[in-house]
Nanobody
Framework: QVQLAEVGGGLVQAGDSLTLSCAAS????????MGWFRQAPGKRREFVAS????????DYADSVKGRFTISRDNAKNTVSLQMNALKPEDTAVYYC???????????????WGQGTQVTVSS
């Protein structure tokens, strides 16, 4: 079992940068693909980015490609999301999640963090 905890959310202005981190418990972190998802009020949870177990393969939603970067440190059991050039439409609760393989579908993920709020003002 994996427990996940996100940190790093906050209130920023459009154009600013923010880095989210997700700390995982357990010794099997490196065997999980990791993903970031977000959910805005009244909207469905949507895929943001994912990274393979080794960090070799990364996938991004079109809406964040070129602005967001996902990375992981298996030695520290962490996965991060560097967010640049933030836009008001990036405002959402951001969740990290663990799955057996990379996927854009939230139902493929077995473990979820509690989420962290990111608010981007215009």
């Amino acid at each position: 079992q994996v427990q996940l905890a996100e940190v790093g959310g906050g209130l920023v202005q459009a154009g600013d940068s923010l880095t989210l981190s997700c700390a995982a418990s357990g010794r099997t972190f490196s065997s999980y693909a990791m993903g970031w998802f977000r959910q805005a009020p009244g909207k469905r949870r949507e895929f943001v980015a994912s990274i393979s177990t080794s960090g070799t393969f990364k996938d991004y939603a079109d809406s964040v490609k070129g602005r967001f970067t996902i990375s992981r440190d298996n030695a520290k059991n962490t996965v991060s999301l560097q967010m640049n050039a933030l836009k008001p439409e990036d405002t959402a609760v951001y969740y990290c999640a663990a799955a057996s393989s990379n996927s854009r579908y939230p139902q493929r993920y077995d473990y979820w963090g509690q989420g962290t709020q990111v608010t981007v003002s215009s």
